[in-house]
């Protein structure tokens, strides 16, 4: 597709090539966090390190077994100039209670808030439903509105003329091209003067486009294009989502994919090796569970699933499927490293045992409303376990348990277990019991667990600074070459 170019073109100015742009534009409990967060703030976040700290929120304590306060940062403004205020974190909490749908992605990741109350103009308690030891890491999840405008404008209208407190505002939002400006008041100020990211859906475009510099930085690389963009005098940055991404397999349908053998059969037929060592360039490690490393629930005594085609076929055979079986799989394009050649390798393994996958692609705007409403006509799907932004393996386990309102996994013994794990106090404790919570998902085998997510983003030589922190884009730290 044709790259726009316009005043976010000028030198004062950065471009952004993205695999895809929220169909829901700048919605703040709807849309992806990696371009909402250039317009809102959370109340807390984490550094690359893995520590906690406070955004909107400069600090916090536990008031008893079911209240945290939170202290605000004073002087901040939205991008229209109104005051942040204890009003505006209670009218965003309210409305995620009361009126968000569980479309709305924000509502998930927070299902333990009840409520939020004003104490003055800068503190706000917030209420949950069961004790949250771990609660100041989960409102990370929660980007902060202008409270006039979300209820005057309603929250569509909103989503397109949005205000929050972050670095940028938003000047034009389009489907496929957002253009953003400096927000002049803003709390952070940002190092650039506009920003332009578009979609560009095909993986090769965004490579090309970055060689070519029309944009700046290019997401959602693969490792085969190191040498291109540094040919073109750019450079590839790597990291590693605290997140697990593997093939979900739907338990809830019966079939083969409902029984405990044959799910292990098809771990032990992946070569894991090759995948992170060939199409990802080495810059991962193999998943054996929920948690990636550096994630709070992550057990480094799991052992890994040992890449063995004999013990797969001997299990298949013990499940009555000696002669394997066939499956689909619903995959989108081009929404994470190397997918396509990883989807291919895995159906080569699968195959040398005697298993049929096929693949069925589509663009990753229809997968991910599948994804929001369960409705896969296949049997299986590629998705992260995601543990962003809270780095809490409880956020991970939610999404693929009974706690999904049309669950594709679903036990109700350890989803019990999964609720006494929140709501315990004891920190020891409550590793312990995500740890024997990791070990059932690696023993019952849900999903082919695959490897921890990496990224990597191209950066073109204008590009002096930029960084990602737990899979979000740190938008004012973006700084172009003197």
């Known amino acids: 597709m044709g790259l726009a170019t316009g005043a976010a073109a000028a030198e004062s100015g950065v471009r952004i090539a993205v695999e895809d742009l929220p169909p829901t534009f700048a919605h703040p409990f709807r849309a992806a966090r990696v371009v909402t967060a250039a317009i809102f703030d959370p109340l807390t976040a984490f550094d690359a390190d893995g520590r906690l700290y406070g955004v909107l929120a400069t600090g916090w304590e536990n008031r008893d077994p079911l209240t945290w306060r939170f202290n605000l940062r004073r002087n901040v403004t939205f991008s229209n100039g109104a005051p942040l205020t204890a009003d505006a974190v209670v009218a965003a909490i309210d409305d995620l209670v009361q009126v968000a749908t569980d479309e709305e992605l924000t509502k998930r990741e927070v299902p333990m808030i009840a409520s939020a109350v004003a104490v003055d103009g800068l503190t706000v308690d917030i209420v949950t439903v069961d004790p949250t030891p771990l609660l100041p890491r989960y409102v990370a999840a929660i980007m902060i509105p202008e409270p006039n405008q979300w209820r005057r404008l309603g929250r569509e209208a909103f989503a397109r003329q949005p205000v929050g407190t972050g670095p940028f505002v938003a000047r034009e939002l389009t489907r496929d091209r957002w253009r953003l400006a400096a927000a002049t008041g803003a709390w952070r100020r940002p190092k650039v003067d506009e920003i332009e990211v578009q979609m560009v859906p095909d993986t090769s475009a965004r490579v090309q486009a970055l060689a070519s510099r029309q944009v700046d930085i290019a997401t959602v690389l693969g490792p085969d294009h190191i040498d291109t963009v540094a040919a073109a005098g750019g450079r590839m940055l790597t990291g590693v989502n605290p997140s697990v991404y593997g093939f979900t397999l739907i338990t809830t349908r019966g079939g083969p994919l409902a029984d405990r053998r044959v799910r292990t059969a098809l771990n032990l037929a992946i070569d894991r090796k090759t995948i992170i060592d060939r199409l990802l360039g080495s810059t991962t490690a193999p998943a054996n569970q929920p948690a990636a490393r550096g994630v709070f629930g992550h057990d480094p005594e799991i052992p890994p699933y040992p890449f ?134 690696h023993d019952d085998a849900p999903a082919l667990f695959l490897y921890e997510l990496p990224w990597l983003v191209g950066l073109g030589p204008r590009i002096k600074s930029f960084r990602i922190a737990n899979s979000m884009i740190e938008f004012h730290d973006i700084e172009l070459n003197p």
């Not at 013990?318 to 190397?338: H, K, M, R, V």
């Not at 663009?363 to 543990?387: C, H, M, Q």
């Not at 309102?405 to 609720?419: E, G, N, Q, S, V």
């Open 308 to 441: 063995n085609r004999d013990a797969a076929r001997r299990l298949l055979a013990e499940a009555g499927y000696p002669n394997g079986f066939a499956f689909t799989l619903d995959a989108p394009l081009g929404a994470s490293a190397s997918d396509t050649s990883i989807f291919q390798q895995v159906q080569d393994d699968l195959r040398a045992i005697g298993v049929a996958m096929t693949i069925h692609t589509m663009p990753n705007a229809v997968y991910l409303t599948k994804v929001n409403r369960t409705e896969f006509e296949g049997d299986a799907f590629p998705i992260a376990w995601p543990s962003w932004p809270s780095l809490d393996v409880w956020r991970a386990l939610q999404v693929h348990s009974c706690l999904r309102a049309i669950p594709w996994y679903c036990d109700p013994a350890i989803t019990a277990k999964m609720l006494v794990a929140r709501s315990t106090w004891d920190q020891t404790e409550a590793l312990r019991l995500r740890r024997e919570i990791g070990r059932h998902y």
